[in-house]
Structure formats: structure tokens, C-alpha cells
């Protein structure tokens, strides 16, 4: 139960334990509006009713940072298959983080804002979680990283801990 504890987005907006697999797309619109849809594979022992509190617990958590989150069972047998949504904007993300001084149950940090169409944003993701792949959505805004000191660079795969900039057009 204590692993399961943890379970919150994100990927994203989720912290994951390694007895989980994920699958996490993140899509970002040019309105700031952040989506992320996870697919989480609990390899774990635990019942249904275990598993489904702590992700109540943790949904709890996320909305309180003004969230929505949805999610829904794929399967009702172990291993379970779990498919988790959620949304939000890099305004807000930003405000939550400055308001509560770096607090963030989501696991996606807006550092910086720039200006009303520039962000820093970081993705802090568990590294040991079993099989974790994170990928940009088809239809996100590009994230862009340092190449050199300078000068940016496009980029659609997402690494933990790494800042990118975020350009709404």
C-alpha cells in the first residue's frame, strides 16, 4: 500500500513507484493548456480497493493544484490497467508553484514565466519506474532545449529534470 501511496500523475502530473509500467503523452496547446494522458500498468499485490485509494488520494492532491483529472480501468483484473487524464495550463501550474513556493504534486514545473507566452518547464520524472516512456503528442507545441549556450533547439522527447522552454504560438 505504501508504494501505491505515491501514485499520482504525471507522469506526469503522477508519481510512480517501479512496480508500475507508463505510457505518458503530454500535449501542449498554443492557449498554454497542458494535457496529459497516462497509461499505468500496477504490477503490484495489491487489491482493487487499495489501488483505488490511493489513486483517490492522489487525484484529491492534484485537483487541490487545480487539476482536473479523470481516469477510468481498463482492466478489472491484475495486472491492472489503469488509463489517467488530466489537464491544466502553464499559467496556472506557475501560480500554484509560486503561491505554495515550490510545492507541485503533478510532477511538471513552470520555473519561469518569461512572459504570457514563454515558460520554463521541467518534468520530474521517477527514472526507476519500470519501462517509463514520455512522449510529446502529435499536436503539442515543440519544447525547446539549450543546443549551445545560445541558441535553442527543438525537441520532442521528454527527459527528467531537464528544462525546456515552452513558446506558445
Known amino acids: 500500500m505504501r508504494n501505491l501511496k505515491i501514485l499520482a500523475l504525471l507522469s506526469l502530473f503522477v508519481l510512480f513507484c517501479s512496480c508500475f509500467e507508463h505510457e505518458d503523452e503530454v500535449t501542449i496547446s498554443k492557449t498554454g493548456k497542458i494535457d496529459i494522458v497516462s497509461i499505468i500498468k500496477v504490477n503490484s ?5 487499495e489501488v483505488q485509494e490511493a489513486l483517490s488520494h492522489e487525484f484529491t492532491q492534484l485537483k487541490k493544484a487545480g487539476w482536473n483529472v479523470s481516469y477510468r480501468w481498463m482492466t478489472a483484473t491484475k495486472p491492472y490497467k489503469i488509463q489517467f ?3 491544466n495550463t502553464l499559467n496556472n ?5 509560486e503561491k505554495t513556493k515550490g510545492e507541485n504534486p ?4 513552470v520555473s519561469k514565466k518569461y512572459s504570457d507566452t514563454e515558460f520554463a518547464v521541467t518534468f520530474d520524472l521517477l527514472t526507476d519506474a519500470d ?7 502529435k499536436k503539442s507545441l515543440p519544447l525547446y532545449s539549450f543546443a549551445d549556450k545560445d541558441k535553442l533547439q527543438s525537441v520532442r522527447n521528454i527527459e527528467s529534470k531537464k ?3 515552452v513558446i506558445l504560438q
Do not use: F, T
Request: net charge positive; hydrophobic share 35%; aromatic share 14%.
Open 45 to 49: 499485490n495489491e487489491s482493487k480497493a
Open 85 to 87: 487524464v488530466g489537464s
Open 93 to 97: 501550474i506557475y501560480n500554484y508553484i
Open 106 to 109: 503533478s510532477g511538471i514545473y
Open 131 to 137: 519501462n517509463r516512456i514520455v512522449r510529446l503528442g
Open 163 to 165: 528544462n525546456y522552454i
